[in-house]
């Protein structure tokens, strides 16, 4: 199973996603900021990240921009938000997102969805 690490400055989102992913067998890391998701994402390689996009230090897509400048390896990551737009989903794709999902969510479909984020990369890569 993955490591996992959820990242949202709400306290009851981030048990709540912990226990369905605990459930499903992770080992789940939490942070309740930017800055301290960075700093989490620096020690230790997650096989999924779930960033809130506003969280107080640096938003979800701050987060993996510094990563990026810093050359530093961005996991499959999944930005959370209330808000959505064309551009905003473009700023966090652009970031390094690889999944972007609508509070309020389904939390099964979430979990499904990160199941999938999760296997597709501990795949090996295809030789040809």
Do not use: W, Y
Not at 62 to 74: D, G, R, S, T
Not at 78 to 94: F, G, N, P, T
Request: proline share 7%; glycine share 4%.
């Amino acid at each position: 199973m993955a490591k996992i690490l959820i990242a949202d400055d709400d306290s009851t989102l981030r048990d709540m996603l912990r226990a369905a992913f605990e459930r499903d067998g992770h080992e789940v890391s939490q942070a309740a900021d930017g800055e301290a998701a960075v700093a989490q994402m620096r020690e230790t390689l997650f096989g999924l990240v779930v960033l809130d996009i506003s969280m107080p230090d640096k938003s979800g897509p701050q987060v993996l921009a510094q990563l990026k400048q810093e050359n530093a390896p961005i996991p499959p990551t999944m930005i959370l938000s209330a808000k959505v737009s064309h551009e905003l989903v473009r700023q966090c794709v652009d970031a390094g997102a690889k999944d972007f999902v609508i509070k309020p969510f389904n939390l099964p479909v979430l979990v499904q969805r990160a199941a999938k984020l999760i296997e597709k990369n501990s795949k090996p890569p295809v030789k040809r």
